[in-house]
């Protein structure tokens, strides 16, 4: 579907079970061409509106990156170039996706990778775009403190959600929204309610880096190389979880040097 979608919906689900959760909430999936908000470029949007424990409406539109897709993130997702290449440019629908925002919060999984990504979006279409943030990561964190894994892989296999297309925008938020619905129907909202609020918390992180860079940073093994403005290796450290150690290394007070940045040397 090249052109946007707009989808609306009769289902409604009862208000009571959104105890505990924010009245109007946006959840948001997007696809990239890659990790960086600053560098690269959205390809997919979706789009899931709740208002009062009832879905009003969905969005959801291929998008033209305005760059060549890489191989890796084709085989992942399956957007092809050729599938972006008669799709809207984002500044086509900035001022549509603006209005779906209104009053809302934004809820996605790992959130500030979307977020960034849509700030950076904006930005660059001269729009100014700002939202109280959801992340369902922290929220599952908190709700099921004794699960490690709390990817949306897991999140599937563990409730038994169902995706009609992993790794596309409009199946994983409506993962999300399956969520949502189980949270709100397994716990009251005087347990919820205190969860969504951590949730909500955003964490201390360094002004240094653009909203999404430590997010887009996979939780793997690898090594993080620490630059100087010279492009002079500062320090190259090994480790179990690379984003778990770029946050660290980037929590405020401990950056190293006001020049330094990271950079993803490699993941295996």
């Known amino acids: 579907v090249a052109r946007p ?19 109007v909430c946006v959840l948001v999936d997007v696809e990239t061409t890659g990790a960086r908000p600053a560098f690269d470029r ?17 969005f959801t539109s291929l998008l033209n990156p305005g760059m060549p897709i890489p191989p ?15 799709a809207p440019d984002f500044a086509d629908i900035a001022d549509t996706l603006l209005a779906w925002f209104d009053g809302a919060v934004f809820v ?4 500030s990778f979307d977020y960034g990504f849509l700030r950076q979006a904006f930005a660059r279409c001269g729009r100014e775009f700002s939202a109280q943030v959801l992340c369902t990561v922290r929220l599952s964190r908190a709700l099921y403190p004794d699960f490690h894994r709390h990817g949306l892989d897991a999140l599937i296999e563990r409730h038994g959600f169902t995706c009609s297309a992993r790794h596309r925008a409009l199946g994983d938020a409506e993962v999300l929204q399956q969520f949502l619905a189980q949270a709100s129907a397994e716990f009251p909202a005087e347990v919820l309610r205190p969860a969504v609020e951590r949730a909500m918390r955003a964490p201390a992180r360094s002004v240094q880096l653009a909203e999404g ?11 993080l190389v620490l630059l100087g403005a010279d492009d002079a290796v500062l320090t190259a450290e090994a480790c179990a979880n690379l984003r778990a150690h770029a946050f660290a290394t980037f929590a405020p007070g401990r950056e190293r040097g006001n020049s330094a940045r990271a950079r993803l040397v490699r993941s295996v």
């Open 5 to 23: 979608r707009l989808i609306t919906t009769t289902s409604i689900t009862d208000s009571a079970t959104a105890a505990g959760l924010p009245a």
């Open 108 to 111: 996605a999984h790992n959130a």
């Open 213 to 223: 860079v430590l997010e887009g940073v996979p939780g793997a093994p690898g090594v």
């Open 72 to 86: 890796l993130i084709v085989d992942l997702v399956g957007i092809t170039d050729a599938m972006g290449r008669d």
């Open 42 to 58: 959205l390809t997919e949007i979706a789009l899931i509106r709740v208002e009062h424990g009832v879905e009003t409406g969905r």
